[in-house]
């Protein structure tokens, strides 16, 4: 018994040495229980993400304006799909399996992003994702790209190469319309206006009231915090809307001379409200995945019975 | 829930980014046999050309060993340092070695 406790401490103590030095840790590398759960909890998290966000765009397939931007969205939901996959293979090597990831999914002990429990009412919602949900999930993968775990910080960097075209064709779509009608513009406006605060909720709860921030720093899970990395999307995102003409719906946005902009405070009593599951499409979002993952079970079924088949 | 059904064995995906390079692992994909991990590592690992090549490897075959599991495995490549070239010592002005 005594000869073990010495190990593990021996283990705990290499390994944030390991950590201290930025070198990266591998799947079969030894780890703390409380390092393993936390990527477990958030990688996972973050393919449901992925793979649920596909939802709100498809939405709108059947009805792009155009095939240009038909065939856009289609290849920007793909991307999505594909996220979702990369992470679910470095989620995996944690020792989880797939089948069980998305059974925890489906009985809610594994959240996703709150942000695509809010629907998509017209066109201009498309662009507002790409621009500012995209946006806001770039400026957290950027930063993920040097978090300490290899597998995960290797997905962010295939991730990051192909999340910006989406933010783009979002910005595109929001300019297109700022330049059209008097409709269009009320539109685009309207857009920013439903999904301006949700986008700052991406970043999570504020550093204070995060329980699991100091694990992720202190592993160096989290490279950056909720509030530094949402502060970084809000300066570089306000010139971004006033150079087409949108408002941000924030009347505390004030410019500063040394350049930097003053802005409100989250209405946080709804971050918590959708987070606990009472957003506006929580339920059917959920309810969507189960439907077809259950529908897909006979496909899966064929396969593995045709699989069976080539190794008798 | 039911049973847990499913999905299909891993298989390691390697891409050769450019014809006469080596393969580089990038991932992993799920597939029931190997034309399906193929087609998955495809469509999931190059959307933008980013290949001239895949290999896909069930990974279950994969045999591996690293420095943190068995150090005394790589051993004997850190004893002898006249292996590199920096090792010997070379008079004032020669050239092109």
Request: proline share 4%.
């Amino acid at each position: 018994m005594e000869l073990t406790q010495v190990t593990e401490e021996t283990l705990m103590k290499e390994f944030q040495a390991k950590i201290d030095a930025d070198a990266k840790i591998e799947p079969n590398d030894w780890m703390p229980d409380d390092y393993r759960l936390h990527l477990i909890r958030q990688i996972s998290q973050h393919a449901h993400s992925e793979v649920i966000g596909m939802q709100p765009e498809g939405n709108w397939i059947t009805r792009a304006p155009s095939l240009r931007s038909k065939k856009i969205l289609l290849a920007k939901i793909q991307d999505e799909g594909g996220h979702g996959l990369y992470l679910y293979s470095a989620a995996e090597t944690l020792g989880v399996s797939r089948d069980q990831f998305i059974q925890w999914l489906h009985t809610g002990k594994a959240k996703y992003s709150s942000i695509f429990n809010y629907p998509t009412l017209n066109w201009a919602d498309i662009g507002a994702i790409g621009w500012l949900v995209d946006g806001a999930a770039i400026t957290n993968q950027v930063s993920l790209q040097r978090t300490s775990y290899g597998p995960y910080a290797r997905a962010m960097v295939r991730i990051c190469k192909e999340e910006s075209f989406h933010q783009r064709q979002g910005y595109e779509i929001m300019w297109k319309m700022m330049k059209g009608t008097k409709e269009q513009r009320a539109m685009a406006q309207d857009a920013i206006n439903r999904w301006w605060w949700p986008a700052l909720m991406m970043f999570g709860p504020k550093d204070g009231d995060s329980p699991r921030s100091s694990t992720a720093m202190k592993y160096k899970i989290k490279r950056e915090t909720n509030d530094q990395l949402r502060e970084k999307f809000i300066q570089k995102t306000i010139p971004q809307a006033h150079l087409i003409g949108l408002t941000i719906p924030d009347s505390a946005i004030n410019l500063l001379e040394d350049g930097s902009y003053t802005h409100g405070e989250i209405d946080w009593t709804e971050f918590w409200k959708v987070v606990n599951g009472d957003g506006p499409c929580n339920k059917q979002r959920l309810a969507h995945h189960v439907k077809y993952h259950e529908e897909g079970a006979w496909v899966r079924e064929c396969a593995q019975a045709f699989e069976d088949y080539l190794m008798k | 829930m039911s049973k847990l059904d499913t999905q299909g064995q891993l298989w390691e995906v390697f891409i050769q980014s450019k014809a006469g390079q080596s393969y580089k692992h990038a991932g992993a994909v799920h597939g029931y046999d190997k034309d399906m991990a193929l087609n998955n590592a495809r469509d999931t690992y190059t959307r933008r050309g980013e290949g001239t090549g895949l290999w896909v490897v069930p990974s279950k075959e994969i045999v591996a060993v690293t420095v943190e599991g068995d150090i005394s495995f790589f051993e004997p490549a850190t004893d002898k340092i006249y292996r590199h070239p920096t090792f010997y010592n070379l008079p004032e002005g020669v050239k092109n070695m």
